[in-house]
Structures are given as C-alpha cells and as structure tokens.
C-alpha cells in the first residue's frame, strides 16, 4: 500500500558542504554541542497535524494535497493509512519524536465515548509504530477548537456542558499521552478568547479558564503523569483576542490561579510576533519567570497578519532565540516541535521532507552560532560588565532592600550632576552576534 | 502679559443643536447620568505636557508652535509664563483636574537639589493658580525618560546611582502631589524595557523594577498620601519593548512583586491599540482583575504604528470603553486625562482650544450612549442569558471545585451527542449597542 | 420545501426611534438626498458568496452554520435550493440588487463545458428569479482562485493552459452578466500575485496579467457589454502579495497597459485598511484619478491583521467614506455591496438578516452625516480657502507651466523670510465633521 | 581640533576570521564577483545626515550624542567643524561616496538667499575635502521637510509661495550637486501627503507635485547634469499618509506626469517594510519596471511600526535584495547609501564606526551569497523551467495578442479536465537559497 511517501529516500547527515537534496547539511544527532548532543538540546518532533491532516486548503482555496488517506470511504481506515504514512515518514526523516492532537490520530465519533473509543483504538497503531521505530511522544493535545461546540470556547464556553464535554476529552488525551508515555502535555486554547465583548464576562471566563487548568492539574497528579502541563500562548486568530495572549499574560493567570510551579509554556515563534514580540523576547522572558517548557518552531511572515506557520530559514534570526534556550540550560522536558506547514503550492510529497530537512537544518545552524557566541564568551561578558554595579556594595543594598526612598534619594542629592550614561553598544553586539552566524 | 490664550472665550454648555464654535455641545458638567453628575464621572483633566510643552516638533521637522514662554531668556522665567497661562487655558475650558510631570512645570536643574529646588518654586506659583480658579491635580509624575541619565531605563538602569537618582525624584514629586492635593501618582516606564536583549537581563531588571515600585509604595504609606499608585502601560517606544507592556502584563508583575492590592493602572488609548488591543478591552480587563485607576484619553491613526496621541473624535468606538467603566462603578481617584496633543500643523491658540472641545464632547456622548445602553438592559440581559447555565446546579458546582475531571468527564459521556452550539449573536448585538450612539 | 429564512419576516423602515428589530431605522430607499433618492445613491447589493454559500467554517474550525442545501445530495439540487433560500432572503431584506461568483450558483464540474452548462441551467433559476422579485445584478464574476488549478495565479499562471482556462471562465461569465444584464464585471485577483518570489518573475506576471485584461476589454465591447469592468484591489491574503494592491498601484498598472479608460476599481473596506490606507483614501484616490468604480462594503478588525469582513457598524467613520462618494456625484453604475460575512459563532438564520439591517441602516446613517456635512458647506468652503492662492496669478502660471524653476527660485529669493505657515486646523475641522454625526 | 573621530583607527579589510573589532571581514573593495569589484557593485555611501548631524533625540527624550559642533557658537563654525570630522570619519572608514541634504551641510539662513549662501560656502569646503580624499558624491537632496514653512507639504503645500520656495532651494541643490559630480539628485516628498483628509484636495496636490517634478526634470537638463533624478518612496512619517507611498505608486505618478524614462526611485528598505512589502519586492518591482536607481540600506524593528533605521545585520536577509541587484545588472549611477542611524544609547564614537562595519560586512556578505545563487543556477533554472509554457507556442501566441478570448476559451474547452497543478516548491527553493548563506 502506497503511503505516499514510499519513495522518499532515508535521510542522512552528510555535512555543510554536501549537494545533495535528501542530506541533512547541519543537523548531526550525535554532534556534541556544549557537552551534549544536537539531539538532546534539540529534541526536535514531527507535527502529525501540520504534516498529515493538513491538506492545502485555506480561506479563499480548496485542498490541493493529495493523500490517500484523505480518500479513504473508511475514516478508522483513511486514519490507520494516515499512521503508517506518518511512521514512514517520521522513520526517514529520522527525528526522535512526535506530538499529535486526539483528532489528528482518529476522526471524531457520534459522542464523546466514541471518539475515545476511536483514538484509542488508533493508539494502538500508533503505539505499535512508536515501539518499532523508537519514535518517542514529545507530547499530546486534546483539540478543543475545531468543532463547531466549542466555537464560543471549551473552559470558557457559556454553556457549562461544553466545559464538562472539556474535560472530558482532557481527561482521555492526558490518560492517552501518560500511556504512551509522552513527555508533555500541551493545552492550546484557540477558543479561549471571545469574537465581541459585547456578549462576554471577562472575569467569569477567566475564573472557567482557572478552574479548568486546575482540574487538569489534579488529575495529572492522580494518574502519576510525571510530564509537564503545558500552556500554548497566542494572541488572536481564530478569536478576536485569546486569553493566553503571550508569556507575560500566562504568567499572570498562573498566578492569579496559584497555579506557578505547575505550568509551564509552549512558545511558538509564529504566536510570539503575530503578539509584537520577537520569538527569543519570549522565550527570554518565560526563562526570567522560570515557566520555559517548549518550543512550536516555525516563522511568521514579517509582512503579513496572520498565522503563517512556515518553516524556519533564517539561522542567524533564529540563533538569538536558541542563545536564549541554551542559557536556560535547554528546555528540560521539552522540545522543538515543527508546528509549521509547507505552502498550498507545494504538492509533492518531497515538498514535505524538503520542508523538515530545511527547518531542521536551520536549527541546527542556529544552535551551533548560539554555541560559539557563549563559547566566545565576550556578548555575556559584556552584558555583565554593563550591570556591574549592580554588584557592588550599593547594587547589592537597593535590591536586599536595605535603602529605602529616603536613603536612596539623599544619596542622589549628594551625588550632584548625576551619573554620566554609558554607550548600550548595540551596534557593536549586533555587529559581534553576526560573527558567529 | 499676553499668554497666548488670552483672546479665547470662556467656554460654555450650549447643547447640542449649537453651532457656536467655542460652545460645549454634548458635556454639561452638572448634567446627571445615572445617578452622578457628568463630571463626576469623567473627572476630565488638561495634560500640562502636551498642552503647555508640546511644540510641534517631531523627528523629521522642527517646532511650529510658537509660545511666548519658548523664547523666555530664563528658563524660570519662561516656567512661570507657562503656568499664567495654562491656568489660563484650563480656566476658559473649565475642567475640575490637571495632570503633571515634573519637568512640564520647572526646567531640570545641574543637580538633583537644583531641579527639586526649582520644582518647588514653580508649584507655589501652580499652588496659587490651583487654589484661585479651583482646579484640582488629579496626579502627578516624575519624568524618568526623556534625560540622557535614563537612556538605558530608569529603575532598570545597568547602574544602580540612576536608580537612586530616579528615586530621589520620584521621591520629591510624590511627596509634591501629596502637599498639592492629587488623587493618584503616576509612574510611567517609557524608558524601562530594552532596545536590544543583546545587552540586557530581563530577570535582573524585573528584580529592580519591583524594588523601585516596592520603595514607591512604602514611601507613599509613610509621607501618608492616600491617592492611588498607578502604573501606565505602554508595549513599545520609545523602547524596541517596555516592561509594562499592557494591562494583563502589569497584573503579573504586580502578582510576581507582592503588590496587588497597592497599585492600578492608567490606562492609555492610544497605548492599549499599539499592544494590540482595544482600549475596551484594556479597561474591561483592568476592571476584572481589580486594577481599573485611571484612563489617559486619546487615539491612535488605525494605520500608523506610533504613538499619535490625538484627541478622540468618535464617541460611538469610545462608547464601548465608557460601558466599561460605567459597569465597573466608575474611575474612583481616577479620571480622564486628555494624554493628547494637536496635530503639529495645528499652530493657531485657538487650535488647542477646539482639539479639547472636540475630546471632551466626544467623552460625554460616549457617557451618554453608554449610560442608554445600561439603561435600556438588553444587552446586558442578553450577556447574563448566555452565561445562564453558571448560575446552574452544575455550573456552580464546577466553578466551586465539587466536579473533579473524572466526574466531568462521566458527565460528558452520558450527554451522548454532547451540547449544542448557541448562537453568539454578535451582529445583533452590535446593532443594538449602535442603535443608541 | 424550506429555504432556511421561511421564518423571517419583511423587513420594513420603521424610522430611527423604531426598537422594532427587525425594521430599518435609518435606510428609507426612497427617502431624498441632495436631490437622489437613498437607493439610488448608495445601489445597495448583497454578496451571494458570503451570504449564502459561507458556512462559518475557519482555518482551525469546521463549518458551524447548518443550510439545507450544504446538504444536498446532488450538487445542482443543493444550488437550486441555495437559489430560492437566496432570493427569499433578498427579497424579505428588499435591496434592489446582488452580486455572484460562478461558482457561489452551480458547482464547478469536471470540465469547463460541464461547469458552464451548469452554470447556465442554474443562471435559468436565477433570471426567473431576478424577472419575478425585481431583484437586478451589480455585477457577475468568475471565481478564479478557489479551485487548485489556480493556486499558481489564473492570468499570471507559470502555465499557459491556466491563462486559457480563466480565459474561458471568464467569458463565460461575462456574457452571463451581459444576458442578465449585470451593470459591472469584477475581476478579483487573489491569486494573482507571489507566495515567494524566489519562484517568481515579476515582470512576466506583469506582461501575463496586462494581456489578460485586454483580452476581457475586447471581449467585452465585441459582445456589447455596456457596463463597467472592475478590478478589486487587496494588498495581501490568500497570496503574500497581491499584484492588485490598492487603487494607485492598480491605477499604475491600467496606465502602463494602456487600460485607462476601459477599467476602473471595485474598492472594498477590509483591502484597503489591510493595504495601510483608510477606505476614505482609496475612494478619494480612485475619484482623483478617474477609476472610482464601486464599493465592497464591510470592514476589518482593527487589532486583527486578516481579512475580517465584518459588517459596518459605525457610521461615523463610514461617513467620511461616504462624503468622498457624495463629492464624486456617486459611483456610477457600481453600487454598494456587502462583501461581509456574518461571524462564525451566529449560526441562527436571523444573523444574517441582523447582520445586513446593522450594515444597511449603517450606510444610510452614513450617507446623512455626508450630506448634511455638503449642506452645511462649512467643510468644503474651509479647505477651499486653504488653497485659495493656487486660484491667483501666481498659483494659475505655475500650474500652467509658465514659470520654470529659475524664474520661482527669483520668486523666493525675494520674498526674504519667505511664507509664514498657516494653521492646518486638523482638530477643528474633525470637530466640525463630528457635529453631523 | 578635535572631531570627535580622531582616535579611532583607519579601517582595513582583514578576512572573515579576523576577530579585530576595528577591521572588516566580508568588505574587501576590489574583490571581484561576478566580474566587477565589490566596490562597484556595491557603491557604498555615506549619509551625512545621520551620521553627523543626528543627536540621539527622540520624541521622548533629549539628545545623548556629543558632538563637538553641537556645541559651536556660531552655527557656519559648526557646519566647519562638522565637515571636517565627517571627512575624518568617512576617510578612516574608506568608502568612495558619501550623501547629503543642504540643511545637513549649512546651516538654515533667514532667507533663501542667506540659506544658498551658506549653503555654497559650505560645499567649498567640502569640495576641498572631496578633492583632498576622493570621496565622491553619491547624491544630493534639498531638505524640503524640517522647517515649519514645509509643515504642510513643499510642492503640494496650499500656498504657491511655499512651492516657489521649494523650487528655489531645489534649483540650488540641484545645480550644487551638479558642480560636485553628484551622480544623481533625490527628492524626498516627507511631507508631500497629508495628515487628515478633512483639509485635503488629492487632485489638486498630485497636480502640484507632477508640475513640480516636471520643472526639476527640465531644470537638470537645461544645466547639463546628466545624473539620475530619484524618488524616495516611504508611506507615511511624518504625514499620516505620504503620496510617494511606495515603488508601484511612483511609478503611476510618473506615468500620469509623462516623466516614465527621466525619473527613477531610490528605495529605502525601511519604507519598503513600512508600506507592508519586503526589500527585496520593492527592488524586483522597480527593476521589472524598469525605475530601480538606488537603495537607501537600513531596516526597521519587525516589532515597531516606525521608522526605526537601523543598520542591517542579517546577510541571509539581505542576500534576497541582492539578488534582485545582481539580476537587474546592478545600480547604474546608484549605489548604496547607509541610510541608517545608530541607537540613542551608542555614545561613544566608536559606535558610529562599528554600525558602518557591521553594515558594510553585511552587504557584502548578501552580494557574495547572492552571487553564489547565480553562479549556481539552480534557482534561476528552476525559476525559468516553472515558466517554460510560456516560451511554447501557445504562450508567445496569448502573449503576441494573437488568440483572442473565444480561441482561449475554445482551447480550454477542448482541454477536458484543464491543466493539473504543479508544486510551486517553495520549501525546497528557501532551503536552496539558504544554502549559499
């Protein structure tokens, strides 16, 4: 049975000045990057949606993708035709792991038990591929946007029944991805947002959105789910305004909820900007506040206000935000999930394995220019030269606060004219960064 | 002395079939809505910085505003000239408030003492004009950006003798807005965030920020000023990024510092829509977390991407932020502060005149189409309607954590083809919110 | 047999104090307006694509809103229903006129000569329709960018076999226009443009689309179609760029392939904000430069960067659209169609009529603010007289050409200090224009 | 005396492994590529507005930059002073040319005769310096924006005695440029546009402005100067919307005024990314319509919507621009003008320095990528074979005019099921391009 990616040769490093169009040029799994390997600081997964349900339709166009799967009169048989393709594909590409939504792996039945019924007969498949091929879950999601009962939101929908529908299907996706033993599990709340204020009560949805992450928490607790709960933050799209709107904005639901310590983020780069951030603000900032989880790898187009989901292709861009997570010291139980898919043009199924091997390349290449600036030692020495004085006897009293307002200002007073500024030294930085791109 | 707006009427109410250029057609100070009087409700403020400071510059051209005080030989000299005739000004427009940076009223000085020094000179002089026509301050605040000191921030400054130079001026206005009678302090951080996370620590930075804001704090408990602290947010310039980016970042920050509880936010039209986000939605987001202080009224170009700051001239789009205040019970300390500035080639006396005409009957129209949609109730009745099924066994019982996921989960499974969806009614809703513009 | 809007009842003017919901409170088609009707000034048109075949789907959400004829079993008998429930909602809601894509009335089918015979059988509905309801068409267009043989282009195809077969659809179309005697022709080119120009020749494109066009433009006079061809401009959305951006680079293009004349420009709301100008300049800019053709009504969401199309509801800043209609002496043989699209979540049949009484009585509101606005004079007399100098001798030679640029340099070099700046009065004249609203 | 750079170094190219911050990696003038020196592709310059005359201000806060000739007393001393350093600077720098606005070389006088005079003092000693250093004149431009007389246009002001002044300082510039070998003359329209319709007359400003452009075309040929005139398109800052908005509205300007073949555009990569279109797009644009003259290199924030001009730093980024150069031929008489500005934070003089360095080696990295594509070929090949219909006998016949729309229609009809898709291979064309990077 043809699964449309038979004839994609298996992929192999074959270093940066290889020509050819199936070689990886930059990523190595093995390659030892600061005392650890490209795979392990990378840990980088395949995205069942994007990669096997997507299928070239958009707002103005019907599909263009042909699967077989797509075809199939069957739809328990389009989703099994729809595992083996992924496995096939996932196994040449050579990636360590995976992440899927329930309704990417299996169609949604009649009622919520059918639909359980139904994924977990299709994770019997997909179990039975990750046991052959040592493909790992980096992690799993319930999909609680496409149907049209969560079109006002699933926590926060004005009707408690859709909230408990939910729950839920949480409930069984969490089981799900504790069972095969993923390493996460993401909540994306594409819903939890609202159209128009002017039918929503913004502090009860918030005080359903709070309610419903802690349930989930408590279960993930009772089942012995060791992963991390995971929040993905967007702005908009489909919603006018989502709730988790960036990291900044989870932080603060986390701890209005007492939920810190529980939760941690999912970046993806494309949510960052289409929110004004750049992708390393984000994820600098979820490491400043210690709920750095994941990261969603793809790009949004800089002059275009949606989300574009394309392949990541500019290494030195994308070396700021890996400089971020290596001073994180990685992303713990997280990963580099490929949330990203090819155009509506691009029909073959190359197109898709040129997709991964460019983003994954590029990665890599981001990486390394992030391992030789910490190597190089002089961007962090300069940073910390510029904060000196905050180490020093004065620094050091404000911040264990030791000088109150009075204190500091008498200080100020005798001080005179005042510091004299020093150069931020941008240029010099960019210009230093640039040198190990 | 001539003050530059010696030639403009005294402005009245004249309702709103007047064509008198000069009249009030929509703000009847005394006019009750809803129980308050139309003042009490807006408690408009002139903006002594735009107003009396602004000249017209901006960063391809040079100043077009010709005042008699910008010519002044001595600075002190020329600061008095502006005070005569700001009061001037407010007096013929006949607002209850004001609002202050510092710098607006006294030129900077060599030092700290010298700029203090001069500070209080020139609030006796506002002191006296405040005391004579009745006008209130409704906050002050130190301006901690536009010296080079703070081009690299001010609380977040790499060197902890800006911070204490900041604290020391902060320090002195605080205490002036307290000796001047003003409901609130302000702190707005247009130079705390970074230009390049090249050369910055996020999580040191947000360290001394919550410090600085801790200092404020204690100090206004113990000089025994009762107005409120509020923070300004602001998402971007003149940094690449602030810290106080919108509302729902702020509540973290707050959240993460201990603060809650201590401090709102004044909150920017103008500001909120180049965070992305609608000034209703800022304000509805405060109200809901209990940060809801102050609003500093304005607009943004729908198509520029910078802080225009122009007065508001569409009462029916700030209808939809009136209702917000209004459903929250109103400002408390807070007010409404024209944070607007006349377009530079708007170089006539008589401009600045009609550009708060125009704001403040556009605020009053807004109150009014507001307070009919409240009074009506049928947009609120239809909001409660949607939510009905909280008010429920079941709802409630969620909301108070008696449902754990599992038994959420056996509910959705017994619910079968599980609820259907309602409609959201947004087009409807829309047109009865228009109907009373 | 139910057409989904069997319930709805006739929609009739009620006038403004109305709470009626379902009655007209400011569109009275025959009401008077500087001497035309209501009707006749705005040509007001519903979209058969949005209203009718939009099924409430999103890019991360299946379809929400159930019609009968989604349903169907057959294609045709789904479009036949389709066709009565149209017509039933257009005549309840009482606009004289509508607009369709070939593919919104019959289904594509497997060859071109299939599609159009299909299209033809169900044109026969449509015209029985039409004759029976009064019901006439602003303008027919060929949909060029849905199926994936577009997804290249149409006109701009790298295949020449796609120039053909959008040569073929669109001649179709275009004589079903003529024969239901269709007042406009619309080209839109959303795939008309790049989704990367790596694999792009811009100036092959450029050469491919200008022969296209003409190809129309002769056709169109070969046949005796009187009415006017139009292009829709849109900036970005399906594609990155669109070639069509907005009305000037439309403009530049007609000029270089000798097109002026022959073509004008359909401008739509939502394209224009989307391409950085507000939909008063894209009118004014057409009026300027003779294409004004028709209008696309709807509008886009301010803090979203995708194609929203909304239902207007604020005539305020509709009005400053309209007041460049009104000063253009109207649009011609276009109209207003309501190129909008009710949202996802109002899946109730009323919506639709809601949405469309909302954007219709908006229109209305729209089109009185303008004319009391001409009325008054004010405006108009204001900046006339800031331009009075270009109506004196100097102002006449120089546009005349008969001074060069030594003979005004002599000018200026003895004028000394040269012209003093006149007060643009920007806030004044906003104040001016709100008094009418 | 002092100028400020007197201690920094003379710059050298030093290879791309040199870790000498002061030395050049990827510049190396007389490299050769594609069989012409980096120097003469590239044609780099200078803009002595920024980098002598900007101060660090911004709309919040004061200058932060010292320089000596700030400081002077008189202002022609200073204007001595600045001329000296910049020579100093671009001397140690070692680029051919250099850029500049009179405004940015002399002081403004109380007359246009007093400002010409300065004017030409000035420029002899410039020439002296040019003569003494070789440093050539890239382009010249009158400054039509900073003084309040232009507040409201140049060419389109209201007032004709505005235009008259305009024209004089051009003709003055114009034929300074001319006596220094300038190879071309810019216009820059910053306030040629508007700031509220309201006060606005498009017609009759487009009028003004082709009648304006008219009289400099026929100036330069009436005193033989057989540079380019270049127009520099930006969308709006400081006017809320300018007329020159982008490449595709110069050019149906030009083509409106009869100017096609006398005018090019010099396009700034910030206003490119400002009007919502990449570099590159802007650069493909004018040469397929046969208008590209020069670059202004910077790039703004993707984060800001203002005019950030920054230094380029990302070669990859870049590479795509120069792509479009080297396709095109190169510049003519144009070059590359560091149109770019370093941050309000970089005091230091070795700050300049470093941004032109970094700058430099950027561009010459993206001309060495670029390059590598061609010579390559694959991207051209794959580029030319998507497109290889249209060299068959049925494209040249569509494209000669030679099949009208029935013979196309015919063809399609015949054709059956219609032409089949192909991948458009956008991933694998991004990975190609990356590769060269």
Known sequence: MSTAFDRLPQVRFAGPDSTDPFALRHYDANCQVLGRSMADWLRPAVAYWHSFVGNGGDPFGAPTLERPWFAAADPMEGARMKADAAFAFMERLGLPFFCFHDRDVAPEGATLRESNDRLDRMLEVVQAHMQRSGIRLLWGTANLFSHPRYMAGAATNPDPEVFA?????????????????????????????????LNTDLAREDAQLGRFLKLVVEHKHRIGFRGTILIEPKPMEPTKHQYDRDVATVYGFLARHGLLGEVKVNIEANHATLAGHSFEHEIATAAALGILGSLDMNRGDPQNGWDTDQFPN?????????????????????????????????????????????????????????????????????????????????????????????????????AGAGPAPRSGRQEALERLAARFA
């Open 165 to 197: 529908f939910a729950a839920g299907q949480v409930k069984h996706v969490l089981e799900a991805t504790h069972r095969l033993g993923g390493e996460n599990y993401v909540l994306w709340g594409g819903r939890e947002g609202y159209d128009t204020l």
């Open 314 to 414: 500019n290494a030195q861009d994308l070396s700021l935000a890996m400089l971020e997570v290596l001073r994180a010291g990685g992303l713990g139980t997280g990963g580099i999930n490929f949330d990203a898919k090819i155009r509506r043009q691009s029909i073959d199924p190359e197109d898709l394995l040129q997709a991964h091997l460019g983003g994954l390349d590029c990665c890599a290449q981001a990486l390394l220019i992030a391992a030789r600036i910490l190597q190089d030692g002089t961007l962090d020495r300069l940073r910390a030269e510029r904060y000196a004085g905050w180490e020093g006897a004065t620094g050091k009293a404000i911040l264990a606060g030791e000088m109150d307002l009075a204190a500091l200002a008498a200080r100020a007073e005798a």
